[in-house]
């Protein structure tokens, strides 16, 4: 944990503290190794919060980007009792959780109505401790994107799965908005992703044809044919991290990806087409 109770107050840990945790109270103290994000540590294996994961330098980056007192808020169920630390919680009530490694689909669910109000911003980019990417799901995903939109504004493209990871099938599963954060300043919401679905695509098959259309399409004596391929195939649209953290701090609906003037960041650092037709690979 980033904060625990020293003197009534809401601390970072500094090497030799000692503190009170502000979920449930037991003792804490300072880790503040050299190879470690300085946190709290339980002085007991206490029972706490369960879904608390251990934090990284991409927690501590996303929860910078909001002021001291939305960050680590304890959320009491006044029915149960349970208590569980948001990374993030708003004024206007919205929890964003932030998570670095995978989760157990029933700890996902459990979350999500735990919190009610709350969306998911996802490391897809988890580094090691020598600072490298542990997958290549970044990689897939960028290369997976089409080229060319399927709506311009606001900004949403198709991306085709062929990593070997379970990024997308893992988190297509939520029931709360998904952001997807591959690190380079713009977040990626998973608006949708299909398991194997079914393409059927025109191809040239053999010699000879009697069609005009196809011999305009192709040569004289070439035949089209139709060919079945399955594809894992997303939508996801594009937004600034930025815009996320502005809009969600106003308590306005987080925006809905870029449109037609807004493009240009996403098109620095992507070839996008964006004066290209539909994508008719779905058809
Ligand atoms: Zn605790």
Same mark, same amino acid.
């Given at each position: 944990m980033r904060y625990a109770i020293v003197d009534s107050e809401r601390t970072e840990a500094q090497p030799g503290m000692r503190g009170i945790c502000q979920c449930c109270g037991g003792q804490t103290i300072a880790k503040c190794g050299e190879h470690v994000v300085w946190? #709290?540590?339980?002085?007991? %294996?206490?029972?706490?919060? /369960? #879904? #608390? !994961? =251990?934090? =990284? !330098? &991409?927690?501590? =980056? &996303?929860?910078?980007?909001? /002021?001291?007192?939305w960050q680590e808020v304890v959320h009491v169920? +006044?029915?149960? *009792?349970? %208590?569980?630390?948001?990374?993030?919680? =708003? /004024?206007? *009530?919205?929890?964003?959780?932030?998570?670095?490694?995978?989760?157990? +689909?029933? !700890?996902?669910?459990?979350?999500e109505e735990f919190y009610g109000n709350m969306v998911w911003v996802v490391n897809g980019d988890r580094k090691g401790a020598h600072g490298y990417s542990q997958n290549s799901d970044k990689f897939h995903f960028i290369d997976g994107l089409s080229s060319h939109p399927i709506c311009h504004d606001p900004l949403s493209l198709q991306v085709e799965w062929f990593g070997r990871g379970k990024?997308?099938?893992? #988190?297509?599963?939520? @029931?709360?908005i998904v952001y997807l954060d591959f690190g380079d300043g713009i977040l990626w919401r998973l608006d949708s992703f299909e398991i194997d679905k079914t393409f059927v695509y025109e191809v040239p098959i053999?010699? @000879?044809?009697?069609?005009?259309?196809?011999? !305009?399409?192709?040569?004289?004596?070439?035949?089209?044919g139709k060919e079945k391929k399955k594809k894992d195939i997303g939508v996801v649209t594009p937004i600034q991290v930025n815009?996320?953290?502005?809009? @969600?701090?106003? $308590?306005?609906?987080? /925006?809905? $990806?870029?449109g037609l003037d807004d493009q240009s960041a996403v098109k620095s650092k992507l070839d996008f087409d964006t004066a290209g037709s539909q994508d008719s690979a779905g058809t």
């Open positions: 946190h #709290w540590a339980h002085k007991r %294996k206490e029972d706490c919060d /369960p #879904w #608390w !994961e =251990t934090e =990284t !330098e &991409w927690h501590r =980056t &996303w929860k910078d980007r909001f /002021p001291f007192d169920d +006044p029915k149960s *009792g349970e %208590k569980h630390i948001a990374d993030v919680k =708003t /004024p206007s *009530g919205l929890v964003i959780e932030m998570q670095n490694s995978p989760i157990h +689909p029933k !700890e996902m669910r459990s979350r990024l997308l099938h893992n #988190w297509s599963r939520a @029931s709360a053999s010699a @000879s044809s009697n069609s005009s259309r196809q011999r !305009e399409l192709f040569s004289d004596n070439v035949v089209v815009d996320f953290v502005e809009c @969600s701090k106003i $308590g306005a609906p987080i /925006p809905c $990806g870029f």
